[in-house]
């Protein structure tokens, strides 16, 4: 039973008609994907890999690949779940049959992954009392111990996104190769796929140049090894402040940005995003210290300028550099009209949402006028 109805649809379909900038999802899995296209995106616009990793019988063997202490413990960790990223990306490559998919690198906040340090501590208390001498408690203490070293006091501010695959190489380069295998195999059952590799979280270009290379290796070997050729690109999220104001550098190595708005606002701001809307935000906005929550319409004098800027500077080094925005706000309908002005190729929201930002889209050219947008958009 499809969710819009035929007169809906018909409205849609006029509101396409006169949209310049694309509308894609954000989804990570075959189901959603699947949502995004009955919604009518043209694409997914990012695919968060780490939530392919929450599910409870991943978990343990997440926790094997982060805790390991040598590099076989890891690569035996990383062996076990190559076959479940293919399948993950398979998956969601053959529902969007061509269609551009931008798959993120792993970026999770390490301790959302790890054992709960209470409920280590109290198992371990209780080991300590009716069965002091075993080996699961020696275990448990060890585990508790590197739980610990691992623990940071701001996660989100820590080792997180392409820092992960900067000292743990090997993580990326997993990923990378079922992406290609996934890839590789579509191919032979005849589905194009058109994957986007994107690198979170990247703050100074040699980070994504590193990665870049990385990726590229993956690719080069899997065409080797499989002697199937297949066509990807490579490009970065830019979310942190020190992206955007050297996106001139960064465009070097990027074939398309993505802003993740949801960083940046919290990086901009200076407001952590896991807890200012619990906080003061809301007070702030009362006394009309702020106009409106940033996490949910963009900023536009700060957060704003800073997408404006890494718009510019990318595509003074890459004239028609691809762009979009992956946030929270690329579902929100002031935030979609100042995308179109930045001149954003397309904006990326949940499913649900796809139909309210293509008209939102709509509503922007006619509020605007086709000619303000900033560049020639070449694809919805
Ligand atoms: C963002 O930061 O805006 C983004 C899209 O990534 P995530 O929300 O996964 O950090
Ligand atoms: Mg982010």
């Known amino acids: 039973e499809p969710e819009l109805s035929a007169e809906f649809q018909l409205l849609l379909s006029w509101a396409d008609e006169e949209r310049k900038i694309g509308v894609r999802a954000n989804a990570d899995n075959p189901q959603d994907s699947a949502k995004a296209l009955e919604f009518g995106a043209g694409g997914i616009g990012l695919c968060r890999t780490e939530h392919m990793f929450m599910d409870a019988a991943r978990v343990p063997i997440v926790q094997k690949m982060i805790l390991a202490e040598t590099f076989d413990e890891r690569n035996a960790a990383l062996d076990e779940l190559l076959p479940m990223q293919q399948g993950d990306f398979e998956g969601i490559l053959e529902v969007m049959q061509g269609l551009p998919v931008t798959i993120r690198l792993l970026d999770p906040p390490l301790h959302e992954f790890l054992p709960d340090k209470e409920e280590l501590l109290v198992e371990i208390t209780k080991l300590q009392i009716l069965d002091p001498k075993s080996k699961e408690l020696k275990e448990k203490e060890a585990l508790l111990k590197k739980v610990r070293q691992l623990d940071e006091f701001n996660p989100m501010l820590g080792h997180r996104g392409c820092r992960l695959g900067m000292i743990h190489p090997e993580i990326y380069e997993m990923q990378a190769r079922a992406i290609f295998y996934a890839v590789a195999n579509l191919a032979d059952e005849g589905i194009e796929a058109k994957p986007e590799i994107m690198i979170p979280l990247v703050g100074h270009v040699n980070e994504l140049k590193e990665m870049r290379e990385l990726v590229n290796a993956a690719a080069l070997s899997i065409k080797e090894e499989t002697g199937k050729q297949f066509e990807y690109t490579v490009g970065t999220m830019i979310e942190i402040p020190r992206a955007a104001l050297t996106a001139d ?68 080094t890459k004239p028609g550099l691809k762009t979009g925005i992956c946030g929270e706000h690329g579902g929100e309908k002031s935030s979609i009209e100042f995308c179109y002005k930045a001149g954003l190729d397309y904006v990326s929201c949940s499913p649900y949402r796809v139909p309210l930002a293509r008209l939102a889209a709509a509503q922007a050219t006619i509020r605007f006028g086709k000619n303000n947008h900033k560049e020639a958009v070449t694809a919805k």
Do not use: C, M
């Open 249 to 316: 550098q960064i465009a070097e190595e990027a074939d398309f940005f993505s802003f993740g708005t949801n960083d940046l606002t919290q990086t901009t701001f200076g407001y952590s995003r896991d807890d200012a809307e619990g906080k003061f935000l809301q007070t702030y906005i009362d006394q009309k210290v702020l106009p409106e929550n940033p996490f949910a319409v963009l900023d536009r004098e700060g957060v704003g300028k800073l997408v404006e800027i890494g718009v510019e500077l990318g595509r003074k």
